[in-house]
């Protein structure tokens, strides 16, 4: 960049090759959230997102239907969600256009935290377990506020193999790995 400028890879049809291995990299990425994930789990449930009032609730809901994927959430998927009611052993959401649930074992890991402690309009980040008929299965979740880094080197040649900048980059652009001065 410092020689050429940054459009010349296209400009001047230049070839850059590279040692970084998309599936290592891949791997290093899950790793990163699986150990912050954890991290912040350890630390216990902070509490909801935020909380809406009824005025406010409609059009969070109706932004999130309009940008719902057509076929559901996926398994695996994080989305929030919106307290609408809850019971001793369970908290009733709306995501989007779905009705969810939360059961109390989906929560286990929030010490000190019982479905009865949430209230309606309570925003809620969650992980969707199970896709049935009846609505959706959630499980508590919530981003971590540690962030970390990952860089694997080749110990014989020197080369960068895989690299992590952070949890989520649309987050934090800010590249732990490489603009960090911070001992290795």
Avoid at 3 to 31: F, V
Avoid at 76 to 101: C, F, K, M, N, P
Wanted: charged fraction near 25%; glycine fraction near 10%; hydrophobic fraction near 35%.
């Amino acid at each position: 960049e410092e020689r050429y400028g940054n459009r010349a890879p296209n400009e001047l049809e230049l070839r850059i090759d590279t040692a970084l291995d998309r599936g290592m990299r891949q791997i290093a990425e899950n790793s990163v959230r699986d150990g912050l994930t954890a991290l912040e789990r350890r630390r216990g449930y902070r509490g909801p997102t935020r909380t809406l009032s009824e005025a406010q609730a409609q059009p969070f809901l109706d932004q999130q239907e309009r940008t719902e994927p057509k076929d559901g959430y996926p398994v695996g998927a994080r989305v929030e969600a919106l307290v609408i009611h809850t019971a001793a052993d369970h908290v009733r959401l709306r995501i989007g256009r779905s009705q969810a649930l939360l059961p109390a074992s989906g929560m286990a890991w929030a010490r000190g935290w019982a479905p009865t402690r949430f209230h309606s309009g309570d925003v809620l980040l969650v992980k969707i377990e199970k896709q049935a008929p009846g609505g959706i299965e959630v499980s508590l979740d919530q981003d971590p506020n540690a962030e970390g880094a990952f860089l694997a080197l080749d110990a014989n040649t020197g080369l960068l193999r895989a690299m992590v900048g952070g949890y989520d980059y649309s987050r934090s652009p800010f590249n732990r790995a490489v603009q960090a001065y911070r001992q290795p």
